[in-house]
């Protein structure tokens, strides 16, 4: 028989995410690796799944979308950021912002066309670009204050390069992009005729003094950018799978046409709920609640690494902290957080994963703090035992 994996997916495996929440099964570490929120999501977004359920909401939803779910994402967005969405040509309920992603790059490119992405990058995005057809291109953000070279981006950009993606807050960095840096970015999508993909899924997750700037709502960016974002995290319920994509009226047709033929649509008593869930947070102080716990879980973190040796760099958004490993004598962020995970018992993500050429990563390891402070307490003290490492 023929070799039966074509060859689009030469270079990509297991997802590091995969491999290391098996891992730390397989050695009951506690898992700081895979971003996934340990604590549960909102009691009403819970119940009201369950009546939808037994309210038999169990057949198809339009394939864009439950209405009252798209009302509720216009609602926010327009709340939010000042710019208003129309519900009915202007947002797509998606299974996840993954497959938004993916139905958006399906919707656009043409076979050869290149795609920009910035390094590191979610792991995703370079094996969407190519399953797409396109040809991923990278410009990297330099470690360790993650700034973004412009000239570089500029010099990157050539005949074929149709589209850009860009994640805000960033995964795994925490780095959250200036306006500046952004109206930069948008006067090269402006004047290369680009296409922005917009990963905001962690809009909610800010810190400090950060502000999220949205880069559609930046001058000429609205009939050019797809804004993607998740409800997986605002409402901690990664494994709904509920995302969804805003974008003007003729990109968000490009986009439902693929997005038919994907999943058609995405389970419905979930869609139900998480309107539920986004109409009660725009109505009350949720958001703000979820920003403090989340700055209060950073900061545990934060000294849990910081009481082990691990100097932390800054993080201002997303659920992610990057601690420094150099002097721990590990060769490679793979080989230590593997280490840390078999012997420590506590796993870890190697950002590695997030680059074209894990030559050029950093040594770091990603820790997820999406947990309760319990969980973080017992990785602390799991933790603990690399102090006494450093000092042999
Ligand atoms: N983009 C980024 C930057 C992420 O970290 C994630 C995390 N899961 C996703 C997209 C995927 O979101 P979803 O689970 O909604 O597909
Ligand atoms: N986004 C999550 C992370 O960065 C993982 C999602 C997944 O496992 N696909 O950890």
Avoid at 287 to 298: K, M
Wanted: hydrophobic share 45%.
């Amino acid at each position: 028989m023929r070799q039966v994996a074509a060859s689009r997916l030469r270079g990509f495996g297991t997802s590091v995410f995969s491999e290391m929440s098996r891992l730390a099964v397989e050695h009951e570490a506690i898992n700081l690796g895979q971003g996934f929120p340990d604590f549960p999501g909102p009691d009403l977004a819970k119940e009201a799944a369950a009546a939808a359920i037994q309210a038999d909401l169990n057949q198809y939803a339009p394939s864009h979308g439950l209405p009252r779910l798209r009302r509720a994402i216009a609602a926010t967005f327009a709340h939010t950021y000042g710019r208003a969405v129309d519900p009915e040509h202007e947002v797509t309920v998606t299974s996840g912002a993954t497959e938004a992603l993916l139905a958006t790059l399906l919707a656009v490119l043409e076979p050869g066309d290149e795609v920009i992405l910035i390094e590191p990058f979610y792991d995703a995005y370079p094996a969407q670009v190519t399953f797409a057809g396109g040809v991923p291109r990278y410009v990297p953000l330099q470690a360790p204050d993650w700034s973004l070279d412009l000239d570089a981006l500029a010099a990157a950009i050539g005949p074929r390069t149709r589209a850009l993606v860009i994640n805000t807050p960033h995964n795994p960095t925490g780095k959250v992009f200036s306006r500046a840096e952004l109206e930069g970015l948008a006067a090269l999508c402006r004047e290369h005729d680009l296409i922005a993909i917009s990963d905001e899924v962690y809009d909610r997750i800010i810190f400090d003094d950060a502000v999220h700037v949205p880069l559609a709502t930046l001058p000429g960016m609205w009939e050019r950018t797809v804004t993607l974002n998740s409800t997986g995290k605002t409402f901690s319920m990664t494994g709904w799978k509920v995302g969804y994509a805003i974008a003007a009226p003729a990109l968000t047709r490009a986009l439902r046409t693929t997005h038919q033929f994907i999943t058609f649509a995405t389970a419905t008593p979930l869609q139900e709920a998480m309107a539920v869930a986004l109409e009660y947070a725009l109505a009350s102080d949720y958001y703000a609640r979820l920003a403090a716990t989340y700055t209060d879980l950073r900061d545990r973190l934060r000294q849990a690494l910081e009481a082990a040796g691990l100097p932390v760099l800054p993080c201002r958004g997303s659920y992610f902290l990057l601690a420094d490993i150099a002097g721990l004598g590990f060769d490679s962020d793979v080989a230590f957080c593997r280490f840390l995970t078999a012997e420590v018992g506590v796993a870890a993500i190697p950002p590695s994963a997030f680059y074209a050429d894990p030559a050029r990563a950093p040594l770091l390891a990603r820790f997820c703090f999406a947990k309760r402070p319990e969980t973080i307490a017992a990785a602390a003290d799991r933790l603990a035992a690399l102090a006494s490492l450093r000092r042999h």
